[in-house]
Nanobody
Framework: QVQLVESGGGLVQAGGSLRLSCAAS????????VGWFRQAPGKEREFVAA????????YYADSVKGRFTISRDNAKSTVYLQMNSLKPEDTAVYFC????????????????WGQGTQVTVSS
């Protein structure tokens, strides 16, 4: 089992940057594929990015491709989401999630979730 804690959210102006962190407990973190999802008020949770257990493969939603970068440091049991050129439409609660399966952009395929961190982008 793994527990996830997100941090790094906040208020930023459009065009700015934030780096989110997802810190995990458990010694087998390196065996998990990790994804970032986001949920805006009144909307469904949507996929943002994912990274394979070794970090060799990354996946992005079209809406963030070229602006966001996902990475991981298994020695620190942490996954990062670097968000650049932020837009007001990026405003949402951002969640990290883990699965022992392969990459997926479907929330229900992930077994473990953090509590989320709020990102607000002002225009």
């Amino acid at each position: 089992q793994v527990q996830l804690v997100e941090s790094g959210g906040g208020l930023v102006q459009a065009g700015g940057s934030l780096r989110l962190s997802c810190a995990a407990s458990g010694r087998t973190f390196s065996r998990y594929t990790v994804g970032w999802f986001r949920q805006a008020p009144g909307k469904e949770r949507e996929f943002v990015a994912a990274i394979s257990w070794g970090g060799g493969s990354t996946y992005y939603a079209d809406s963030v491709k070229g602006r966001f970068t996902i990475s991981r440091d298994n020695a620190k049991s942490t996954v990062y989401l670097q968000m650049n050129s932020l837009k007001p439409e990026d405003t949402a609660v951002y969640f990290c999630a883990a699965t022992t399966g392969y990459y997926s952009n479907i929330p229900r395929t992930y077994d473990y979730w953090g509590q989320g961190t709020q990102v607000t982008v002002s225009s």
